[in-house]
C-alpha cells in the first residue's frame, strides 16, 4: 500500500535517453476511486495540461518514476468532467470534509491509500484537527462502496468509524 502524496514531486525519466522529462504535480483519479494518470504540468493560456496514462507508466520507484520513450506523455482532456484530483483539481480528495449521512464530522481528507498495485484506493487518510493528530495520530477511512464523493464532502454511511490504522 502507498500513498498517494508520496508521488507528488517525483521526477519522471525516459528510459531511452536517461532524460528528466517532468515532475508529478498531482494524482489523478477516474470516477470508480482507480488511478487514471499522472499530472506533469498544469494547463496555461498556450498550452494544455500534460499527463502520464497509467498504463504509459514502466515503474514506479520510491525515487523516481520511469518511462520507456518521452511521446507517451499525453495531453490531458477530460470530456466527461468525472476525473477526481488528489490536490490541485475541481474536485479534489486533499481538504474535503468528511461527513456522516446524519451530518457528524468525521475530520478532513490528508491523503488517499492505494493498493499495491497503484490500482484502486483503499483507503483515506483522516485528520481529526492538529492536536488531536499530535496526539493521537490520524485516522483511516477504509474505501467501500457506499462512499459518495461531492464537491465538497465525502459521504459516509451514520454508522461510520475510522480505523487507527490500516
Known sequence: ????????????????????????RDVLFSA????????LTKATVLTASKILPKAKLH??????????QDNEIEEFRD?????RSLVQGDVQFVGKEVLTQDGTYLG?????????NLNTIVGYEVSEGFL?????G????????????????????ADTELAEEF
Open 138 to 157: 490520524r485516522k483511516v477511512l477504509h474505501a467501500h462502496p457506499e462512499i459518495m464523493v461531492g464537491q465538497d464532502t465525502l459521504l459516509v454511511p
Open 59 to 68: 515503474a514506479l520507484g520510491q525515487d523516481a518514476i520511469t518511462i520507456r
Open 79 to 83: 470530456e466527461t468532467g468525472l476525473i
Open 108 to 116: 478532513t481528507v490528508e491523503d488517499v491509500y492505494l493498493d499495491e
Open 32 to 39: 470508480e476511486g482507480t488511478l487514471h494518470s499522472l499530472l
Open 1 to 24: 500500500m502507498r500513498k498517494a502524496r508520496e508521488l507528488v514531486g517525483l521526477p519522471v525519466v525516459e528510459l531511452a535517453r536517461g532524460e528528466h522529462v517532468g515532475e508529478v
Open 132 to 136: 488531536v493528530d499530535l496526539k493521537e
